[in-house]
Structures are given as structure tokens and as C-alpha cells.
Nanobody, 127 residues
Framework: QVQLVESGGGLVQAGGSLRLSCAAS????????MGWFRQAPGKEREFVSA????????YYEDSVKGRFTISRDNAKNTVYLQMNSLKHEDTAAYYC????????????????????WGQGTQVTVSS
């Protein structure tokens, strides 16, 4: 079992940057495929980005491509989401999640593919 704790959220002006962190404990994060999702009020939780275990293949939702970068530091057991050029529509609670197994490569978009979740961190972008 792995416990995930997000941090780094906050209030930022449009065009600004934030770096979210997802610290894992219990098991090494390198064993898992890791994802970031977000949920705005009144909306469903949606995929933002993911990174595979092993070679670290990365995946992004179209609206964040070129602005967000996912990375992992296995030595620190932490996954990051660097968010640049933030827009008002990026406002949401951001959650990290862990998945395992080969189904990740076809199902990384699905929340149901992830077995462990953090508690979330709020990102608010003022326009």
C-alpha cells in the first residue's frame, strides 16, 4: 500500500507558475505509474497528466500540453507537476494517483485505473 500527499497548490495570477508535489510513503513510487487529475466545482474529475514506471513515458491532456510537465524523483519518492502559463480554467483541486500493471498504457485517462489517491491540493488562478 502507498500513501500519497500532495502539496504546492495556492493562489496565482493568470500567466504564473506553480509546482505541485506528490510525496509517497509506504512503498517506493518508482514501482507505480503515477497520474495527476483535477476536479473543478460541479465537474467530474479529469485527467491532466501521467508518467509510467520504468522508462517514464509521459502523457498529457491536450489543454495542458506545452504548459505542464510531469516528472518523478525516485530518490525523493516524489512526483511533480510543473505548471506554467496558468489560466483561469486551470482552477481546480489537483489529485495525484498511483496505478500499476500493463492496463495503464491504454487506460491512463481513467480514474478507475488508479488504486491509490491523495487528498488533493487546491489551485486557484485569478484572471
Amino acid at each position: 500500500q502507498v500513501q500519497l500527499v500532495e502539496s504546492g497548490g495556492g493562489l496565482v495570477q493568470a500567466g504564473g507558475s506553480l509546482r505541485l508535489s506528490c510525496a509517497a510513503s509506504g512503498r517506493t513510487v518508482s514501482r507505480y505509474h503515477m497520474g495527476w487529475f483535477r476536479q473543478a466545482p460541479g465537474k467530474e474529475r479529469e485527467f491532466v497528466s501521467a508518467i509510467s514506471s520504468g522508462p517514464g513515458y509521459t502523457y498529457y491532456e491536450d489543454s495542458v500540453k506545452g504548459r505542464f510537465t510531469i516528472s518523478r524523483d525516485n530518490a525523493k519518492n516524489t512526483v511533480y507537476l510543473q505548471m506554467n502559463s496558468l489560466k483561469h480554467e486551470d482552477t481546480a483541486a489537483y489529485y495525484c494517483a498511483a496505478a500499476w500493471g500493463p492496463s495503464f498504457y491504454t487506460d491512463y485517462l481513467r480514474t478507475g485505473n488508479y488504486g491509490y489517491w491523495g487528498q488533493g491540493t487546491q489551485v486557484t488562478v485569478s484572471s
